[in-house]
């Protein structure tokens, strides 16, 4: 009898092996079972991830005649589910002769878990909700199983009718779902009132947090939780602070982080020293990233080396990114897709778009199949180099491989055809969409595209048909079919336009909006508007007042010329250029006089003429 408590006590301490070796013993030496022996020993092989050993056990059972006994085979279905074997699962559930709660919930958990969420729905439908109470376990495995927030709040409403919506694991799976459809002040309020909140619940509220782009809250909680809650934080805690940390680079916090990791022993933790990485490299302290990256020696992955090189690539060194490129063969890595999205799209953005190209013809020859990402980082050096040959020769890739129906890259194909200078060709792509995309920078690229070519009517063409298709512009939209409107002369197009960004879509016109108009304006003589259009501005910019000023040379309007120099004077004093170029509008005018006084008003100020420019000035 005492070898039969022995098992349980190992368990109990974390010593699975060393229970599983000790039934092993005790089978050998014959020693008969009872119905408690197995369903402890099935846990210890979900937590070990042996399906072999689970499945000996499983043998076993039904050999000892144990295999109906409710609470064992319980315990077996659970084991398959954790071990992602659901057929086997699924097989032992219905094999039962009878159900109670506990094997419904594990079926429920274990569907769900798996990402059966139709049929964990569906066992709780057809058998718990007419066979038994739900209890807790049952909402809160539910409750991981909804598809839409509808079923997640008709859950919450079955939850407090139960009385169990203050039960930490309910609660904690009440804040997941609200977190995972956007409802994060739901969230919140149902985290402020969980009573004996656990590390598992603000570990729930952190990744909520973080995926609705609050990671500042993510601070503040995690500071509450070191004062309020007795439990250590663990890796998914560290991680996600430290995460934070790193969206908001915030070096100082993450700094006290890593000594708190130091302090409980955290610090050998592959995810988390991968973290650490990662959040000292967006932070540019590329110093702590590599001392955290050599003490993780032994221990790092790929996932880690990724981070690695991502954040080198961040940080300009490219030369130290294909060092460690190179080096992952010594530690027994091979890259992987992320690997070389991280190098070919680093090189891209670095402007190093031959590197780009050398290393993503490397990749194909090893045979790797090039992620989305890494397709279009390569189209946009194509674009920039004006390279349609190489472009040609990816755009075959694409449709080798399929890709030429995603949106993404859909759109770096049309803007790179027309970077290279084919327009004709971005519109015959552009047209094989009969239902054309709702993402503004598919239709951004076409519009700006044409500006591009000089072929602006055909620009605001495709913007009208972006209305027609009920597609909703944002403020690239408008910038580029303005900035087509003002190279074709449409004036009157373009203040409509103008006028809708506000009152259609909402969109309160930035400074590069006001330029574009005023531009427009003065080009076509209409000084007046476009001064008044500046007056709106809270912070008028200089490029808006050297248009303006460069419209009155064109127009020879000396009034409104010298008000938008006197202005630029006070903004660049040591800047010449206004007043060469509003004596340029005198010189125009045959006004020597004033010509001459802006000549002294440029000598009394010390100013230096720019050479080329000043034309009257004798």
Known sequence: MKTQTQIPKLITNGFYKEALSLYSQQHSASLPPHKFTFPPLFKVCAKLKSSIQGQILHAHLIKTGFSSEIHAATALTDMYMKLNLVSDALKVFNEMPDWNLASLNAAISGFSQNGYVREALRVFKEAVVELFRPNSV???????ACESLDHGLQMHCLAIKLGVEMDVYVATSLVTIYSNFKEIAVATRVFGETPGKNIVSYNAFFTGLLNNGVPLVVLKVFKDM????????????????ISACASLLYLQFGRQVHGLTLKI??????MIGTALVDMYLKCGCLPCAHNVFQELKGSRNILTWNTMIAGMMLNGRSEKAMELFEGLAHEGFKPDPATWNSMISGFSQLGMRFEAFKLFEKMQ???????????????????DLSALKLGKETHGHVIRADLNKDESMATALISMYMKCGQPSWAR??????????????????IISGYGRNGEYESAVEIFDLMQQDKVKPNSASFVAVLSACGHAGH????????T??????????KQEHFGCMVDLLGRSGRLDEARELIRELPEPTVSVYHSLLGACWCHLNSDLGEEMAMKLQEMEPENPTPFVILSNIYAGLGRWEDVGRIRQMINDRQLTKLPGISAGIT
Request: glycine fraction near 2%.
């Open 138 to 144: 049952t909402v809160a495995s539910v409750l991981s």
């Open 365 to 383: 020859s090893t045979g790797m199949v090039p992620s989305l990402k890494c397709v279009t980082s390569v189209l946009s050096a194509c674009a």
């Open 265 to 270: 022993e955290k610090q050998s933790d592959t």
């Open 500 to 509: 809708m960004m506000d009152d259609d879509f909402g969109l309160k016109p």
């Open 491 to 498: 004036v009157d197009k373009a203040l409509q336009i103008f």
């Open 428 to 445: 015959s792509f552009f047209d094989q969409f009969e239902i054309k995309p709702d993402d503004p920078a598919f239709w951004n690229a």
């Open 226 to 241: 070191k004062e309020c809650l007795n439990d250590e934080p663990n890796s998914v805690t560290f991680i996600s602070v």
